[in-house]
């Protein structure tokens, strides 16, 4: 027969706990280990209870979630780790993840759903929120915007006080033709096609500032 898989609850709500407890302990694949109320007492419990699954609130008093799965990452111990929260905003998922959480659910996930993740983190497979999911491809599709260098920042520089190409080119000592090179570059770099709007994007992100570079 399998064994039941240990589990350790933590979130600072005691009534969550009490539901989740509630949830696994009428199960007999599950046992309930540990309970804890925030990320300090949750990595002291692990040692002491070693679960296999740590199911980890983010939110918390004291040592918060993403904390404590860093510091449970870099430790001995074996245990994965799966965020239930309710909170699913890139400055939540992303540090978690990152730290070594081995799923991210939802608080408003359905029981069976949340029974199949738990066994699912067990085996060390990868959960995800749907939202979670998506938050997460969208990252990965998103184009990594490449850093203008020295040299295209001091011609867009020229560029956005007025100089020509020939001018810019003569207060650089460099050619007209390395000029336009290195517009090309501007230009694919901020996604635009021409010069105003290469001098309007620099100047919103901060690249150009009035009366200086």
Do not use: C
Request: hydrophobic residues 45%.
């Amino acid at each position: 027969m399998t064994a039941p898989i240990r589990l350790l609850i933590v979130d600072d709500h005691p009534v969550v706990r009490d539901g989740l407890r509630g949830m696994f302990t009428g199960d007999p694949g599950f046992e309930v280990v540990g309970e804890a109320a925030d990320g300090a007492e949750a990595l002291a419990l692990v040692e002491t209870v070693r679960p296999d699954v740590v199911l980890m609130d983010l939110r918390m008093p004291g040592m918060n979630g993403v904390t404590a799965i860093g510091r449970l990452a870099r430790s001995s111990s074996t245990a994965r780790v799966l965020v239930l929260t309710t909170y699913d905003t890139d400055a939540d998922v992303l540090p978690a993840i990152e730290a070594g959480a081995t799923g991210y659910l939802l608080k408003d996930t359905p029981r069976e759903e949340l029974v199949r993740a738990v066994r699912a983190a067990a085996r060390g497979e990868s959960v995800l929120a749907p939202s979670v999911a998506g938050r997460l491809m969208g990252r990965l599709r998103a184009p990594v915007e490449e850093p203008l260098s020295q040299r295209e920042l001091e011609v867009l520089t020229l560029v956005a006080r007025g100089a020509s190409n020939r001018e810019a080119a003569a207060r650089l000592f460099i050619s007209e033709a390395t000029v336009k090179t290195h517009l090309l570059h501007v230009y694919a770099k901020l996604g635009v096609n021409d010069r105003a709007a290469a001098v309007a994007t620099a100047y919103d992100k901060g690249l150009l500032t009035p009366g200086g570079r």
